[in-house]
């Protein structure tokens, strides 16, 4: 980040005066706010900053497969045969395959009405 004032720099800037220049009053409270405005963004900055740090380290740890995540997070499906997995997948099959003709029938009548 290219930051070319800093809140200090801001409070030790002196200008010049100069006759029927501008409110010396009016510009240090306008320079005020600035400054707090300044350490405000510069506050916000830092916390994403951590923040950024802190989920970069959350994803470096998290598992790039979901599927073998899941795997080992849901042991009942981890302690599963192979054979038992293939088995429930021929009987999910099975199942869409009965809804899908469930819905023919219910919804074909429907449509050719």
């Known amino acids: 980040m290219n930051v070319k004032y800093i809140p200090k720099d ?3 800037k002196d200008f010049k005066v100069a ?3 501008y409110d010396r009053s009016e510009v240090d409270e306008f320079l005020d706010d600035v400054i707090k405005d300044y350490e405000a963004f510069m506050a916000e900055i ?3 900053k ?3 740090t802190n989920l970069k380290k ?3 740890e998290q598992p790039k497969d979901m599927a073998s995540a899941y795997r080992k997070t849901n ?3 981890a302690e599963q045969p ?3 997995k293939s088995s429930q997948t021929a009987t999910n099959l099975d199942i869409l395959k009965r809804i899908s003709r469930l819905e023919k029938e219910v919804f074909g009548k429907q449509i050719r009405e």
């Open 46 to 48: 830092e916390r994403l």
């Open 50 to 52: 951590a923040e950024n």
């Open 19 to 21: 006759m029927r220049g």
């Open 75 to 77: 042991s009942f499906y």
């Open 82 to 84: 192979q054979a038992v």
């Open 10 to 12: 801001i409070f030790e």
């Open 58 to 60: 959350a994803n470096a």
